[in-house]
């Protein structure tokens, strides 16, 4: 057992006994499924973009997503409202840039809001990730054409840029903030089959972030969660409607032992 | 068997002899799963929030719901204009105030969607129905922190002050216009893990209040019918992902018979 | 086997071959059921409204859906540009005008789309395409209440007088380009119970026109997939909840072989 799995299933414990309330400002398609991720695990969500309640919202929430994988003009001032009221108020705070590359409102977007309010944690699959590094890249749709490994290098670099933590998901995630780098494992191919699994990983990662201050850490134990939920539920189906539905029931049932037993994260 | 559970039955039949269109103007994360809700049961459910055609949506419908789960300004216009126009028209209306007294946009709205018509039905959570009496409160996000026992005076002294009824739901629920209370035993807790299932309630009611004028009682059955939809799921399973799948199948599943037999209502 | 049907099993062999990208604007209750059916058929979803990625998101789609199930001024505005530039781009583009005929605002959002760029392929139930044709109609909420039968007439009229192609489901579906007409059997009452699935029959089509240019074949071909899902689907459950996920499981599930097999597709 190394010693971040350790820490996992620690976290997941003060996750179902504090109940942190993850504020979240997300795209239509996954605001249903996000939110049943988050009552599942022991957290509670709460949904709201409009820009007068925003500092109402950050005073009774204990972490923030911004994702904008759904865009209008009030939402993106929303978006900002939230991320600096996060800020000043010490919520973590997590980007999932969802389609940045693929258009320029996104790349955009995403750049603007890391702009105003640098996020504790970036999350995004490869194409996301490259698309926010001074090179940058493209994005074919809400996919990623680029492989994980053309994405680590880029994540250190946006970390040590930005100084903060970028995480990249994909056959296996990398979370670094450029001078510590963890690598989890895990998962299933299934994920691929659903809509809005990285949208899901991003809220998680928000959870273990609103009980825990060292946000490497913190996101590789969420990945390492969410992955095993992944793997649990494919253990049980072999379609992708029934396997959402196992997941969800694995997030509530997974115990801190069992997260301890099976987080395969390791130091990159 | 008491005199109200017999009535609840009686009601389902009519639903799903008439299938009411209920038309609701709700938030973003339960649309889909209160549409559920009213197809499995027998009802048929209409969205729609364009202030262009809230008179053209009326004239088709036979109940209104509003939640003010997630909100901006020109759907807020929209539920002003659903209301008044549900008034004229002598259709039942239920509000949802989801987080009223957690943000003032939000206690606001709910107050002024009060003021411009009073609901045929008012049901929230203890905080919320807290925040709405003249006394105030406050809410943690968009559960409750208050006590069943502590809401049920407000919602008493709320119901006398509009002239209207007024539904606290919880680990039991009451339904008061003042004068007469009914209370409502049922449900399980894996309600909690699933998101919606409040909003999901309201909707069912409005299909109640579609097909019965006694609004105590249509509301009272309403919950009972919910209830027992979580019972009968949660005889099944433990977890909330598959527990939320038989809580539709339950819905659809569950007789006049059934309900009559299984209803506990009683006078508070 | 028909000649048609065999063309099925080809084309569903192809969107898996090439993962399709079907651009939708679609009505908040679907997002997450519609991404869900792309995703689990083999295809790719991206959802998009803003106005200003419009031009960005065609580029990287293969196919477009606009379907009008809640409205709102600057979605009507983003579905007028997102049409014609897949027009000007000669990509597929598949209209759902849901609730044509309930309200004004829908049915002249509808026509007015038409008449800024004429669809691929429109599809809807027996009122919505009724409602379209110069003789108009009516809707009652989003269920309808004409017969096939009385629909079929004004879908070859609608077809020939746009030069394009009319789909209207219903107990059987018929496809019609005027000259050309298939009645594709199949499905199941099931499918009445679960919010959008009509919306669902939309997002596949656009999925089958993505891969073939025989728009009256790729029509006929998803829906007789779809329908196929609904059967098998039906044959394991007989309960709304368990059956939409296994509606999902099937469209994941069915190979090619099982649909030139099953596929019921003849000329009308």
């Known amino acids: 057992m190394s010693q971040y799995a350790r820490f996992a299933g620690e976290m997941l414990a003060r996750i179902r006994a504090s109940r942190p309330v993850v504020h979240s400002i997300t795209n239509y398609v996954v605001m249903n499924s996000t939110a049943n991720v988050l009552l599942a695990m022991g957290a509670s969500p709460i949904m709201a973009h409009a820009p007068e309640e925003m500092k109402d919202i950050a005073a009774i929430s204990n972490a923030l997503v911004v994702n904008i994988g759904t865009l209008s003009k009030t939402w993106i001032e929303a978006m900002h409202i939230a991320s600096r009221v996060a800020k000043i108020a010490g919520k973590p705070f997590v980007l999932d840039p969802v389609g940045s590359g693929a258009t320029s409102l996104r790349t ?124 649990r539920a494919a253990a049980e189906t072999s379609v992708p409607g029934t396997f959402w539905i196992k997941v969800l029931d694995a997030l509530y049932s997974i115990t801190s032992g069992d997260l301890d037993a099976s987080a395969r994260i390791t130091e990159g």
């Open 108 to 231: 955009d977007t995403a750049r603007g809001i890391i702009n105003s309010a640098i996020p504790t944690v970036i999350r995004g699959n490869a194409s996301e990730i490259l698309s926010l590094s001074p090179a940058g890249g493209a994005t074919r749709g809400v996919d990623s054409m680029h492989t994980w490994d053309q994405a680590a290098g880029a994540a250190r670099e946006l970390a040590v840029s930005l100084g903060t933590v970028v995480a990249v998901t994909g056959e296996k995630d990398v979370v670094t903030s450029g001078s510590k780098t963890l690598v989890v494992t895990g998962g299933h191919p299934l994920l691929g089959y659903v809509t809005g699994t990285g949208c899901a990983a991003s809220v998680v990662i928000a959870a273990f972030l609103a009980v825990e201050q060292d946000a490497v850490a913190a996101t590789a134990a969420a990945l390492a969660f969410f992955g095993l939920a992944g793997e």
